[in-house]
């Protein structure tokens, strides 16, 4: 696995969807994008818009039964993606972890298969989920099952079993949109902080305006369906970006364009 900068190239993508009646949906028009880490690009859009099938792709995801893309094509690093790609970990609002294992079993999970059994010796396998626990704060919830644990505390175990494998990509669809403004804030914080000490790129699904801002460091806005990019920020560095006069302009901005669009989003308070 190269540990140089990950670069994923969507060059003209489009997507279509059949339909039962016979007519076509197109939820992703043609739509151009280069984005490079170490960073945090945030998807911006409306409920609805083509978000997550864009964030998808990038990842070499593919819809069951259906040509993607339609037209256009993804390249990571310069080579095109046309299957589920092996430098890139995807992470979900539901965070899927097994009811059946323990906190330890399912962060070490990804671990069981022949692609990360090949990659990482066993000796830093148990080092990186020991130190992923600490980092998200269950190192003593360790033996504790999914039925144990809070919302938040089962997207951390989903957040430390996705970081335990040090992708170059992570995708991550709304992880924190069906936790509570405490939890979601806290969520924030930490993924901040884990990206600080595991660079890679980031690419975040959200239709939260603050959110967007708050994790950022580019957000790329996009109309309602079919997704078109309405418009590309980036983000003010600071120590108190989020609430800082730059971030609180850009914000309205953000805002503006996607009112623009006809699109409802959503502004945590």
């Given at each position: 696995m190269s540990s140089a900068p990950a670069v994923?190239?969507?060059?003209?993508?489009?997507?279509?969807?059949?339909?039962?009646?016979?007519?076509?949906?197109?939820?992703?028009?043609?739509?151009?994008?280069?984005?490079?880490?170490?960073?945090?690009?945030?998807?911006?859009?409306?409920?609805?818009?083509?978000?997550?099938?864009?964030?998808?792709?990038?990842?070499?995801?593919?819809?069951?039964?259906?040509?993607?893309?339609?037209?256009g094509g993804v390249r990571i690093d310069g080579v095109p993606c046309t299957g589920h790609h092996d430098d890139a970990v995807m992470v979900f609002q539901r965070y899927a972890n097994r009811p059946d294992l323990t906190v330890?079993?399912?962060?070490?999970?990804?671990?069981?298969?022949?692609?990360?059994?090949?990659?990482?010796?066993?000796?830093?396998?148990?080092?990186?989920?020991?130190?992923?626990?600490?980092?998200?704060?269950?190192?003593?919830?360790?033996?504790?099952?999914?039925?144990?644990?809070?919302?938040?505390?089962?997207?951390?175990?989903?957040?430390?079993?996705?970081?335990?494998?040090?992708?170059?990509?992570?995708?991550?669809?709304?992880?924190?949109?069906?936790?509570d403004a405490q939890t979601r804030d806290g969520m924030q914080s930490l993924l901040v902080k884990l990206i600080a000490d595991n660079p890679c790129l980031v690419v975040f699904v959200t239709h939260d305006v603050s959110e967007a801002i708050r994790l950022g460091d580019r957000v790329i806005v996009l109309s309602t369906g079919p997704a078109r990019v309405a418009d590309d920020f980036t983000v003010p560095r600071g120590p108190d970006r989020a609430r800082s006069p730059d971030a609180l302009a850009l914000e309205q901005r953000i805002l503006n364009k996607l009112h623009g669009t006809g699109g409802q989003v959503r502004v945590s308070l």
């Open positions: 994923i190239e969507l060059d003209a993508i489009a997507q279509d969807f059949p339909q039962p009646d016979g007519s076509i949906v197109r939820v992703v028009d043609p739509l151009t994008l280069r984005l490079e880490g170490p960073s945090i690009v945030m998807l911006l859009g409306p409920s609805g818009c083509g978000k997550s099938t864009v964030m998808r792709m990038m990842g070499g995801v593919r819809p069951f039964g259906v040509a993607s893309p339609t037209s330890r079993q399912n962060v070490s999970l990804p671990f069981t298969l022949a692609l990360w059994k090949a990659r990482v010796p066993p000796e830093e396998r148990t080092r990186r989920v020991d130190e992923m626990l600490e980092a998200v704060g269950l190192a003593d919830k360790a033996d504790l099952r999914p039925a144990q644990l809070s919302g938040g505390q089962n997207q951390r175990v989903a957040l430390a079993r996705a970081l335990a494998l040090r992708p170059r990509i992570l995708l991550m669809d709304e992880p924190f949109g069906a936790l």
